[in-house]
């Protein structure tokens, strides 16, 4: 392995590590359970104006599949995956539960007032859970009501639920029309889980190793970010994996900080792919690194008020090969049967393949989310050419 790397073979490295440019001929269990070991994680978002963010990864690696497999791997009972806070909200492997206890500890040790103060609603909650089994928030208001209880409100009831999650003593179940279901966690997580007790330092050196694999490189603060670990926690865990040989310190021409390179990253000659990727997809969920491997600047606009957005609401990424050429601002109108594209924009410097290309992935989406009809709205600099390419006028 080289000293050094070019910012192309850096980012060919991160998407190779993130499982582009190889698509199975077909997308059943095994091809999805492999991808979420790779990724080890998939970022939860309840926005659904397109497709929820958790689906979107394995579409742009794995193209269509059934979406109701995936919910029956992470969400069914007794499922290989949990719910946890990883990078954010995120479905994880159930075996990597125990390298976030020491998360789980310091959130209970931050709110210990809050516990305490709340004692009540606590107790309450954890006898409910005991004696009805898994439920959602809305569950357990509904009971609250029925059974005249103390009326703590659904607003506290959820904020109790949420509270008992983040410490630990509540697992997520699964989930029914994307609502959490609580349950006491030695109710839906193995034993050989809930025993294994690792000490913190062991626990974020595998954190940033599996950061590691899953981008195949990365500075101390891509690593760090993968999991939302603290700077000086991940400078400490990659100086045990440089010495162990696991990691290697490696420069990237043009940037500012060193790199580390997994011993098991590849480096491959190119990569092929067309793909939309998800704001929260790992590729471009860290808009600094996303700006420093790809040029391309990023920001999400939902909560930006319409009058001040530049791109659009759901904004989506374009990655052609082994460039963002683009973004396509999608939104699926299932009453009218059309996937909507409300903009479209081309990257300075993206090549004269860039629409074609993405034509053909935004043909591949409405296809995989059943939608016979694509409409281009008449907005962003690639819209006109965007609606030539897939055979229709643009409207207004």
Avoid: C
Avoid at 151 to 171: H, I, N, P, Q, Y
Wanted: proline share 5%; glycine share 6%.
């Amino acid at each position: 392995m080289p000293d050094s790397l070019s910012p192309a073979a850096a980012r060919r490295v991160l998407l190779a590590a993130q499982g582009f440019g190889s698509r199975p001929s077909t997308t059943g269990t095994r091809q999805l359970n492999l991808l979420l070991t790779r990724l080890r994680l998939l970022q939860l978002d309840s926005v659904n104006v397109y497709e929820r963010s958790h689906y979107q990864p394995a579409f742009a690696r794995l193209g269509a599949y059934d979406r109701g497999l995936l919910d029956r791997l992470t969400f069914a009972r007794r499922s290989a995956y949990t719910e946890q806070w990883a990078h954010e909200a995120a479905i994880v492997p159930i075996e990597d539960w125990p390298l976030f206890a020491w998360r789980r500890e310091a959130f209970r040790a931050k709110y210990d007032e809050w516990f305490r103060e709340n004692a009540g609603i606590v107790d309450w909650l954890r006898a409910e859970l005991a004696a009805q089994g898994p439920r959602t928030s809305g569950d357990v208001e509904h009971e609250e009501n029925v059974r005249g209880g103390p009326w703590w409100g659904w607003s506290s009831t959820k904020r109790g639920l949420e509270m008992l999650f983040r410490s630990g003593d509540v697992a997520i179940a699964g989930r029914t029309r994307f609502q959490r279901e609580y349950a006491l966690a030695p109710t839906v997580l193995p034993p050989e889980v809930l025993d294994v007790r690792i000490a913190k330092a062991d626990a974020l050196r595998e954190l940033v190793r599996r950061a590691a694999v899953a981008l195949g490189i990365g500075t101390i603060a891509d690593l760090a970010d993968y999991y939302r670990l603290y700077i000086d926690d991940t400078k400490q865990a990659v100086r045990d994996l440089v010495d162990a040989g696991e990691l290697r310190q490696v420069r990237v021409d043009g940037w500012k900080q060193d790199a580390y390179l997994h011993r098991d990253a590849r480096i491959p000659r190119r990569i092929e792919a067309a793909a939309l990727l998800s704001p929260f997809d790992p590729v471009v969920w860290d808009r600094d690194r996303a700006l420093r491997m790809f040029g391309f600047h990023y920001r999400i606009e939902l909560y930006t008020p319409a009058p001040k957005r530049v791109y659009g609401y759901y904004t989506l990424p374009v990655l052609v090969d082994e460039a963002i050429v683009g973004r396509v601002d999608l939104k699926s109108d299932r009453q009218r049967g059309a996937l909507r594209v409300q903009s479209a924009w081309t990257e300075e410097g993206a090549p004269a393949s860039a629409v074609e290309r993405t034509a053909l992935a935004v043909r591949e989406a409405a296809g995989w989310q059943g939608l016979p009809d694509i409409e281009v709205v008449d907005r962003g600099d690639a819209a006109r050419a965007l609606a030539s390419e897939l055979g229709t006028s643009p409207v207004k």
